[in-house]
């Protein structure tokens, strides 16, 4: 079945580093992909999405390139903030058992320190 | 536009009693999804209602879990006997109907086991 693998974490780093968070998936078809971000005490917030290959979604600083030849969707940003400090997950949509659904990867802690 | 709640945000309950969580989706969201993130792992689907009827439940974990969406509105997830392994945060998310429309997560429930 569909699955998506991304980095684990957890990541530190200093205020204006540069961020990556690696994710690869496993899809039938050409799911959509995205990154939910959930910042401390709240819920899942959607950061960004891709629909077709080559797609860049961006958002808030940070973008991601829908890579189908390398089936990634790897989270950059040139410069992190405090604020930056979450947990992100990567997903694709999937349709199997006749429904649409999110598939999602185990999350990657960020921590930014000033 | 008021978003998507859930209560309690919290729950500790011992084994073999029950719990029930409620969601309220946004107002006139068709589509309601249940879905669970256990400690360090993915966060998996449950189920997808679509106003009161269950479109797809493959991934309800066995069937001490009961959902009921009544009359299409507000739904409820219920653990009865709970086990340890139940322990975890409880996402509910609603979209409307239409292929691209966002999915909005409420914050979760979490629920802990002892």
């Known amino acids: 079945g569909d699955s998506v693998t991304q980095m684990e974490g957890p990541v530190t780093l200093s205020e204006e580093a540069f961020l990556t968070i690696n994710c690869t998936y496993t899809?039938?078809?050409?799911?959509?992909l995205f990154w939910y971000v959930q910042y401390p005490g709240e819920g899942l917030q959607l950061l960004l999405k891709?629909?077709?290959?080559?797609d860049k979604g961006s958002n808030k600083g940070f973008e991601a390139t829908y890579r189908k030849e390398t089936t990634s969707f790897h989270l950059e940003k040139g410069s992190v903030q405090v604020s930056d400090s979450a947990v992100y997950f990567c997903?694709?949509?999937?349709?199997?058992?006749?429904?649409?659904?999110?598939?999602f990867g185990k999350g990657t802690k960020l921590t930014v320190n000033p | 536009e008021a978003g998507v709640t859930q209560f309690p945000s919290h729950s500790v309950i011992e084994k073999g009693q029950t719990v029930t969580l409620r969601c309220d989706p946004i107002s006139g969201h068709d589509n309601l999804y249940w879905y669970r993130r256990v400690m360090g792992k993915e966060i998996k689907f449950l189920l997808h209602f679509v106003k009161e009827s269950k479109q797809d439940e493959s991934g309800m974990p066995n069937n001490r879990f009961l959902a009921e969406r009544t009359g299409g509105t507000y739904s409820t997830l219920k653990v009865q006997p709970a086990e340890l392994e139940d322990s975890g945060v409880y996402f509910c998310?609603?979209?409307?109907?239409?292929?691209?429309?966002?999915?909005?997560f409420g914050n979760g429930t979490r629920l802990t086991v002892t």
């Open positions: 998310a609603s979209r409307n109907t239409g292929r691209n429309s966002p999915l909005h």
């Open positions: 899809a039938t078809g050409y799911p959509s």
């Open positions: 891709a629909t077709k290959a080559d």
């Open positions: 997903a694709l949509s999937g349709t199997q058992g006749g429904s649409e659904k999110l598939v």
